[in-house]
């Protein structure tokens, strides 16, 4: 997590393409083997599905989106003192769902 948010941060990739790679290289691991990994990778993927759903499945298409959420959830999650605690990275991919799906909700509001 920390590597992708410092490289959505930086300005230089797209956080589309960080939230794939991030979201692959946790892809292997079973929900039950690391459930904080698990939850990253689900929070990546649904990052990603700002860009690439289709609108069927609740895909907004905006890449805007998908920076702006991207780049709030690098800034928290680098904000956290205790991060390397597995539970502190629970508790923060559940807080931060609520938060990507009320960014969702408010973007269909506009539209």
Same mark, same amino acid.
């Given at each position: 997590?920390?590597?992708?948010?410092?490289?959505?941060?930086?300005?230089?990739?797209?956080?589309?393409?960080?939230?794939?790679?991030?979201?692959?290289?946790?892809?292997?691991? !079973?929900?039950?083997?690391?459930?904080?990994?698990? /939850?990253?990778?689900?929070?990546?993927?649904?990052?990603?599905?700002?860009?690439?759903?289709?609108?069927?499945?609740?895909?907004?298409?905006? !890449? !805007?989106?998908?920076?702006?959420?991207? /780049?709030?959830?690098?800034?928290?999650?680098?904000?956290?003192?205790?991060?390397?605690?597995?539970?502190?990275?629970?508790?923060?991919?559940?807080?931060?769902? !609520?938060?990507?799906?009320?960014?969702? /909700?408010?973007?269909?509001?506009?539209?």
């Amino acid at each position: 997590m920390d590597d992708a948010a410092r490289r959505v941060l930086s300005g230089t990739e797209r956080p589309y393409a960080v939230a794939h790679e991030a979201a692959a290289a946790l892809a292997y691991l !079973e929900e039950d083997e690391s459930p904080a990994s698990w /939850s990253a990778y689900v929070l990546w993927m649904e990052i990603a599905d700002f860009v690439d759903a289709p609108a069927e499945l609740g895909g907004p298409a905006s !890449e !805007e989106l998908c920076d702006a959420v991207a /780049s709030e959830l690098a800034r928290d999650w680098l904000a956290l003192a205790d991060r390397e605690d597995e539970s502190v990275q629970g508790d923060f991919t559940l807080r931060f769902h !609520e938060v990507l799906n009320q960014r969702l /909700s408010d973007y269909r509001a506009t539209q």
